[in-house]
């Protein structure tokens, strides 16, 4: 398994220590005959402060792993842990971005954002700041005070980014947050969002199926087998930062693209 971190002297400082780790890590719904295994004996090492990216087909466990990492699905077997602490329950040091960002709509913009600060309990003052922080951050600050409705499908998602950043957790888990955006507006927040990692220096944990997203995005990639989930490599991406989408046509891009590919194909699911 690769396990060498990018080269490239364009790369931030990343530390070598490991934020998340998976241990023997399975996952089984139900029971007897009708028993479903989604993840099978994942061992797997995430540094602080990485770019770390999930590729797999829908239905291998994704969105499983991102559900035991922030606490909300027990693990039938083996752990996960975060700071070095077993997840055991809800823990306020990961923020989770979803699939869509269901916003309420009876709350504007920066009550959306706020609201887990609020959940949590943490002092009224510092929430209103970090959301007012976090706004600016996803280039929101204008709109703090609209409502959902009056936000595109793109702004809408970074509204989600800033409310996952609004607790300042360690850790910012993203289950294909822009899996139902149009083309243009997915390239466009793919690099709002490295934008957004460069200056927080969070550990985001990247689920998404498309290949193209994950090089383009990550320090490095795991490759997920169809279910049960099984990690496959760990491969680092060895492209240059700052990533422009025009990267995605380069030798090297294609090279990773290729790899990936032929992967799924040995698989059929390509």
């Known amino acids: 398994m690769n396990s060498t971190h990018p080269t490239s002297e364009m790369v931030r400082d990343v530390a070598p220590s490991a934020i998340i780790q998976l241990k023997d890590l399975t996952v089984v ?40 990492l922030s606490g909300l699905l027990d ?14 329950g809800p823990n306020s040091e990961v923020g989770l971005v979803f699939q869509a960002p269901t916003l309420l709509p009876w709350m504007t913009i920066r009550e959306n954002v706020s ?7 943490i002092d009224p003052s510092i929430i209103s700041k970090r ?15 609209s409502y959902p409705n009056q936000l595109s499908g793109g702004m809408a998602q970074r509204a989600g980014i800033a409310r996952g950043l609004v607790q300042d957790a360690d850790v910012m888990l993203m289950d294909e947050p822009f899996g ?4 243009m507006t997915r390239e466009r927040m793919n690099l709002d969002l ?9 550990t985001i944990v990247f689920i998404t199926h498309s290949i193209g997203e994950a090089i383009l995005l990550a320090d490095r990639v795991a490759l997920i087998s169809p279910r049960p989930g099984r990690l496959f490599d760990v491969v680092d991406i060895d492209l240059p930062r700052p990533r422009k989408i025009e990267m995605m046509s380069t030798p090297e891009f294609g090279k990773y693209t290729s790899q990936f590919r032929d992967y799924f194909r040995k698989l059929g699911e390509l």
């Open 180 to 183: 139902a955006l149009d083309a």
């Open 75 to 88: 693990a039938t077997s083996g752990a996960a842990f975060v700071g070095g602490k077993k997840v055991d």
């Open 29 to 68: 719904y139900g029971s007897g005959v009708g028993a479903v295994t989604a993840l099978d004996s994942l061992n797997l090492d995430i540094r602080e402060g990485e770019f770390f990216a999930i590729l797999g087909p829908s239905g291998c466990g994704k969105s499983t792993l991102l559900k035991v």
């Open 115 to 121: 609201l887990p600060g609020k959940i949590l309990k």
């Open 194 to 202: 490295l934008d957004i990692w460069s200056k927080s220096r969070k």
């Open 131 to 145: 959301a007012d922080d976090a706004l600016k951050l996803v280039g929101l600050a204008n709109f703090a005070d």
